[in-house]
């Protein structure tokens, strides 16, 4: 499967994929440079939240 989001969900996208059972490709979309430093702190608190709670 090819998951395309935005490149920094990514790596939570394919972990989540990963854990359901499906075999995944990601294809990421940049990202206005504005964007960036926002959405990647909002995107590692995700990746925790989901590692504890995403079961």
């Known amino acids: ?7 920094f969900h990514l790596f939570r ?3 989540i994929a ?6 995944a490709e990601g294809l990421g979309s ?3 440079i504005s964007s960036i430093p926002q ?9 925790i939240k989901s590692y504890f709670t995403d079961r």
């Open 18 to 23: 990963k854990r359901i059972g499906i075999e």
């Open 30 to 32: 940049s990202l206005r």
């Open 39 to 47: 959405a990647h702190v909002r995107e590692y608190m995700a990746i």
């Open 13 to 15: 996208t394919k972990m």
């Open 1 to 7: 499967m090819l998951i395309v989001t935005s490149d």
